[in-house]
């Protein structure tokens, strides 16, 4: 019989990367509700410590992913963690031929190395607290998606990553993957102005329907996902990769 609340992190500590805009604010916000302590780790500083302000206990701390003397620095400052949102990442549109080598470089070191890094420098306090990891996927990374060949290969990438450290660690911690198909942030708002100025709204409805279910997910959806998997409700939940895409890979 149930006896406390469900999906409550009361006193935990998470580290967020990314965690200032989209997806990454979104999980903080949630995991700042669920009562845990939420540690914002973010190459915008400014946006990081204006979002650590409005959740109490909360802090802020510059990181760059891709330079393990930032992430060590970072973890210098952290004592005690449970849980481990990996969720900084970048996009990449271009298919193979298109893909110029520095920019599939940065993708990789982003997306790859950054994960890595972070991760490497988390494991031993995740150990020491029993806790949990859950890494920022995409569906891209289980699927072939049209002009998307770097984003795809980091994405597998995470994937893999996922479920070899589940392997490695089966007892001393979780680890999961979260597949998101395309969500409203503005990591999509970045793409569409890059790309698509002059036919926004156009290319947006076509974003909406590639999810069979007829629109863009919300970052909040996402964010409660991980939510559910970093609490005690999940704690049989272990090296899984789970879609949350509006029924698009289910085609």
């Not at 298919?95 to 993708?107: A, N, Y």
């Amino acid at each position: 019989m149930q006896t406390s609340t469900p999906f409550r992190l009361d006193g935990k500590v998470a580290l967020i990367t990314g965690g200032a805009s989209g997806i990454g604010e979104r999980a903080a916000r949630a995991f700042s509700a669920a009562g845990a302590i939420i540690i914002i780790a973010d190459l915008d500083t400014a946006k990081a410590e204006a979002l650590a302000a409005e959740l109490p206990g909360s802090r802020a701390i510059h990181c760059d992913i891709t330079s393990e003397e930032s992430v060590k620095h970072v973890f210098q400052q952290v004592p005690h963690l449970d849980i481990l949102i990996n969720n900084a990442g970048i996009g990449l549109v271009g298919g193979v031929t298109e893909t110029e080598l520095s920019d599939f470089e940065r993708v990789m070191r982003v997306n790859v190395t950054g994960m890595f890094l972070v991760t490497k420098h988390a494991v031993p306090l995740l150990i020491a607290s029993h806790g949990s990891m859950v890494n920022i996927g995409s569906v891209a990374g289980l699927i072939g998606v049209r002009k998307r060949f770097g984003y795809c290969a980091s994405k597998g990438a995470v994937v893999a990553m996922t479920r070899q450290l589940a392997v490695d660690y089966p007892t001393e911690f979780r680890v999961n993957c979260i597949c998101p198909g395309t969500v409203d942030t503005p990591f999509v708002e970045g793409y569409l102005e890059k790309y698509h100025k002059h036919e926004k709204e156009k290319v947006r409805a076509e974003l909406n329907q590639r999810q069979p279910i007829g629109r863009l997910g919300k970052p909040e959806e996402i964010a409660n996902l991980a939510l559910y998997l970093s609490t005690q409700e999940a704690a049989f939940v272990n090296g899984s990769v789970i879609t949350i895409d509006g029924g698009w890979t289910a085609a």
